[in-house]
């Protein structure tokens, strides 16, 4: 049995994220995790992000990145006024299910 890479979403080009979640992922995830996608306020500056750290896949928003199939959960290092928000807009039905602590499978996945 195969089983793929939990694949996260990166909500936001945050100078934390690359000390937080990217080093991680890539030193202990070794390769069971992928950074799938990045979104960001400004698209350019999403873009510059996803250049410099390896990132294949920049979305135009931030309600994008939480609507793509290839993206199993999110890393959400916005300002505290925009993270409860977003998670819940992450977690909201039918994608994923906010009582597990695990991302519920994308529909069709």
Excluded: E
């Amino acid at each position: 049995m195969t089983v793929r890479p939990l694949r996260i979403g990166v909500l936001g080009a945050a100078s934390i994220t690359p000390m937080a979640l990217l080093r991680p992922a890539r030193v202990l995830g070794m390769g069971d995790v992928v950074i799938s996608a990045v979104a960001a306020r400004d698209v350019k500056r999403a873009r510059r992000f996803a250049a410099a750290h390896g990132i294949a896949t920049v979305c135009d928003d931030y309600a994008a990145l939480l609507a793509r199939d290839d993206v199993d959960a999110i890393y959400n290092p916005l300002p505290n006024s925009h993270h409860a928000w977003r998670s819940l807009q992450w977690a909201s039905p039918p994608r994923r299910s906010a009582g597990s602590p695990d991302a519920a499978p994308a529909p069709g996945s």
